[in-house]
C-alpha cells in the first residue's frame, strides 16, 4: 500500500507534494519521492525512510510558477526500499507513480529488455514509464502510448505519469487501487485518499477502475473501456480525522473491512490458476529441509498454529510451533533439515528477533513473513514473504493475521509443490478455494448489523470460552485474543474437545460460548462438544453455516465450501464482534490499555 499525490498549477509544488504525502504516510513510509516540471525543467528529489528525510533533502528546491507534479510515499512489495527502488520511477524523459501491483510486470519487463531497455530498479512500477515510453517513441502521441500502456498492465493500479513530451500534462489510470482528482477552478490535484486535498480542493471525484485520462489546461479529459465520459464532481468532506479512516469510526474497524482486497494482493503473482509462485524463495530453497519449526508472539502465534495442520496435512512436511519468549529459554535442540520461519507483522517484535538469531547461530536456514519490509526480522532472516497487508494501525492485529495465514496457506501449497508431496488435484481444489477468499471476507451491512445487536448481550458474565477444533482452534485463540485485547473482558480460545477434561466445571448460564462450528471440519464432532456445554445451561452463541437448535444466539455464515474459506469468514464474525463489544462498552478500540502495536522489549 503506498500513496500517490499530484498537482498541476501555478502554487509552490514542493510544498502540496510533501503536506500531501505527509497524510498519506500511514500507507507507507520505507522511502519517498517527488518529481516536477516547471517550463523545461525537470526536478526529481527520493529519500530512502520517513518523510523528513525528504523534505530535508529538497529544502532548498523550490517550484513556485506554472508546473506539473507527482509524489509518492512507498511501503515496498517488489524489491527493497531503497532510493532506487523509491518512486518515481524514471524512462528517459518521463516520471511515474504508482500504487497497486502489475500482475504482469515480469513478462513486460522480458520484453522490454529484449527491446534494450535498461531497468534501474527491482520494481514493478518500472516497466510503466517504459512501456510509455516505448510507445511514444514508436510515434505515437503521448496521449495514444498512455493509452497502449494502460491496455497492457495487468493488475491493481493508481498510477500517475509525467513526460517531457507534454510538459503541461498530467497522465492517469486507476484499477482496484484507489485514486481521486481533486478541484480549485483551473487546479487539480491526485491523491490516493481526501487528507492530502482537504483545504486545498473543494470538489471531488472519485476514479472507477477501469478508468484513465489526462489533465490539462486545468480540464480532466476522463475516459474508460467506451472512450470519453462525462463526470460529475462532489463536494469535498473537510474533517481530516475522520477522512483518514475513510468513513470509518475507528481503525481497526476499517482494516477488519480491508481484508478482503487486501487479501487480493496477497495473492496477486502469487496464485495463478494451477501453480503458486513465490519469487522470494530460489528454485533449490526446500532442499535437504524436512521439517519446519515456526516461531512467533501473540496473533502471529496463531497464526503459526493454523499453518502447523496446513503444512502436516497438505505438503507432508513436519512443522511444530512455538511462542518465541518460550522457545528462547528452552535449550531448544535443533537440526539443520529444519526451516525456521518466523513469523511478525511489524518485525519488531524482540522475542520473536531473538528467536531467529539463535536459529541462525545453530546454522538453520531461516524464513520470515512479515508485514514490513527492512524490518529487523526481515533483515536477519535468509529471505522474506511480505504479507502486504498495508500498515494496520489498529492495535488489535485483524488484516495482519488475515494475510499471515493467507501466505502460510499458500507455503504450504507451495512446498507440497516442489516436494511433490501434494497431488495436482487437490493443488487445484486449494488454489480454487483460495481465489474465493475475498469474497468470503466482504463485510455485509447485515452481518455488521447482527453483530452489533448481540453484542449487547455479552457485556458481562464471568467469561468467554471460544471453541473450535483442528484449524479452527487456534481461530478460537485468536478469537478469544481479540475480545480481551479491546474489551478488557475475560476471554481463553480452547479445543472444543478438551472442554469436558476441565473446563467444563466453570460452564453456567454466565459462561458465554463462542463456538466456532465449521460444516467442512468435524461437525458432528464439535456439535456434541457443544451439546455437552449446552446441558450445562452454559449461553452458546453458534457460528455455523448450519443451524443448531440448542443456539442461543446464532450467526449463519455463508460460505461452506471449504475449510480455509470457512476459517475466513468465521475470523471476520469473530473480529466484529470484539469490536461492536469493544465499543459498547466505551473503550478505546483503535488503542486498548496497556497494549503496544510493536513490543521491541523482551
Ligand atoms: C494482537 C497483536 C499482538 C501481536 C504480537 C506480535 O492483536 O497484535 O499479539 O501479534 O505482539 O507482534 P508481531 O506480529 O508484530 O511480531
Redesign the pocket.
Known amino acids: 500500500m503506498c500513496g500517490i499525490v499530484g498537482y498541476i498549477g501555478p502554487k509552490e509544488k514542493k510544498e502540496i507534494l510533501l503536506d500531501g504525502l505527509q497524510e498519506l504516510e500511514y500507507r507507507g513510509y520505507d522511502s519517498a519521492g517527488i518529481a516536477v516540471i516547471q517550463g523545461e525543467k525537470l526536478n526529481n528529489f527520493k529519500a530512502v525512510g520517513k518523510l523528513k528525510n525528504l523534505r530535508e533533502k529538497t529544502k532548498n528546491y523550490t517550484s513556485k510558477g506554472f508546473g506539473i507534479s507527482i509524489g509518492h510515499t512507498r511501503w515496498a512489495t517488489h524489491g527493497k526500499p531503497t532510493e532506487l527502488n523509491a518512486h518515481p520511477h524514471l524512462g528517459a524523459y518521463s516520471y511515474v507513480v504508482h500504487n497497486g501491483i502489475i500482475e504482469n510486470y515480469q513478462e513486460l519487463k522480458k520484453e522490454l529488455q529484449q527491446e534494450g531497455v535498461t531497468f534501474l530498479s527491482q520494481t514493478d512500477t518500472e516497466t510503466i514509464v517504459h512501456l510509455f515510453e516505448k510507445y511514444h517513441n514508436e510515434g505515437f502521441a503521448p496521449f495514444e502510448a498512455f493509452q497502449k500502456m494502460v491496455e497492457r498492465l495487468e493488475g491493481a493500479y493508481a498510477t500517475l505519469l509525467i513526460t517531457e513530451a507534454a510538459p503541461d500534462t498530467i497522465f492517469f489510470a486507476k484499477n482496484g487501487s484507489p485514486m481521486l482528482i481533486g478541484f480549485d477552478g483551473e487546479e487539480v490535484y491526485f491523491a490516493s485518499s481526501d487528507t492530502p486535498i482537504i483545504g486545498r480542493a473543494n470538489e471531488v471525484y472519485y476514479l472507477e477502475d477501469g478508468e484513465y485520462g489526462y489533465v490539462q489546461n486545468g480540464k480532466v479529459h476522463l475516459f474508460d473501456g467506451n472512450g470519453e465520459k462525462a463526470f460529475q464532481t462532489q463536494p469535498l468532506i473537510a474533517d481530516k480525522a475522520m477522512a483518514q479512516k475513510e468513513g470509518y469510526r475507528f481503525f481497526m474497524e476499517k482494516e477488519i473491512y480491508e481484508q478482503s482486497r487486501v487479501m487480493g494482493e496477497t495473492m496477486m503473482g502469487r496464485v495463478l490458476e494451477e501453480e503458486i509462485v513465490l519469487d522470494e524463495l530460489n528454485a533449490d530453497f526446500f532442499e535437504g529441509i524436512n521439517a519446519i519449526k515456526i516461531c512467533?508472539?501473540?496473533?502471529?502465534?496463531?497464526s503459526a498454529l493454523t499453518a502447523a495442520y496446513l503444512f502436516e496435512r497438505l505438503a507432508k512436511i513436519r512443522c511444530d510451533v512455538e511462542i518465541a519468549s518460550e522457545f528462547r529459554y528452552k535449550d531448544p535442540l535443533l537440526s539443520n533439515d529444519t526451516l525456521f520461519v518466523t513469523?511478525?507483522?511489524?518485525?519488531?517484535?524482540a522475542d520473536?528477533l531473538e528467536a531467529l538469531k539463535m536459529a541462525k547461530r545453530a546454522g538453520l536456514k531461516s524464513l520470515s513473513i512479515?508485514?514490513v519490509d527492512n524490518s529487523s526480522?526481515v533483515r536477519e532472516s535468509d529471505t522474506a514473504i511480505l504479507t502486504r497487508a498495508g500498515i494496520?494501525k489498529g492495535?488489535?492485529?485483524?488484516k495482519?493475521?488475515a494475510t499471515?495465514t493467507m501466505v502460510l496457506w499458500m507455503l504450504a501449497l507451495y512446498v507440497g509443490q516442489v516436494k511433490q508431496t501434494l497431488p495436482q488435484e487437490l493443488l487445484k481444489e486449494e488454489i480454487d478455494a483460495m481465489l474465493r477468499t475475498p469474497k468470503a471476507l466482504v463485510v455485509t451491512d447485515e452481518l455488521h448489523a447482527k453483530l452489533h445487536r448481540l453484542s449487547k448481550r455479552y457485556l458481562h458474565g464471568h467469561g468467554f470460552f471460544f471453541i473450535g477444533r483442528d484449524i479452527f482452534y487456534p481461530l478460537a485463540l485468536e478469537g478469544a485474543?481479540?475480545l480481551k485485547?479491546i474489551s478488557y473482558l475475560h476471554a481463553e480460545g480452547y479445543p472444543a474437545g478438551e472442554m469436558k477434561h476441565g473446563p467444563i466445571a466453570l460452564a453456567d448460564a454466565e459462561l458465554f460460548t463462542i463456538a466456532l462450528m465449521p460444516k467442512t471440519m468435524h461437525y458432528d464432532k464439535i456439535k456434541s462438544n457443544v451439546e455437552e456445554l449446552s446441558a450445562r445451561d452454559a449461553t452458546i452463541c453458534a457460528i455455523s453455516p448450519l443451524p443448531f437448535d440448542l443456539a442461543d444466539d446464532f450467526v449463519q455464515t455463508q460460505y461452506s465450501s471449504h475449510p480455509m474459506v470457512e476459517f475466513f469468514e468465521m475470523m471476520v464474525v469473530t473480529q466484529l464482534l470484539a469490536l461492536e463489544i469493544s465499543v459498547r462498552l466505551g473503550n478505546d478500540v483503535d488503542m486498548p490499555r496497556n497494549?503496544?502495536?510493536?513490543?521491541t522489549v523482551e
Not at 395 to 398: D, F, M, R, W
Open positions: 512467533a508472539c501473540g496473533t502471529s502465534y496463531h513469523i511478525s507483522q511489524s518485525g519488531e517484535t520473536t512479515c508485514n526480522i494496520e492495535v488489535a492485529s485483524t495482519a493475521f499471515q485474543l481479540k485485547e497494549l503496544a502495536k510493536s513490543v
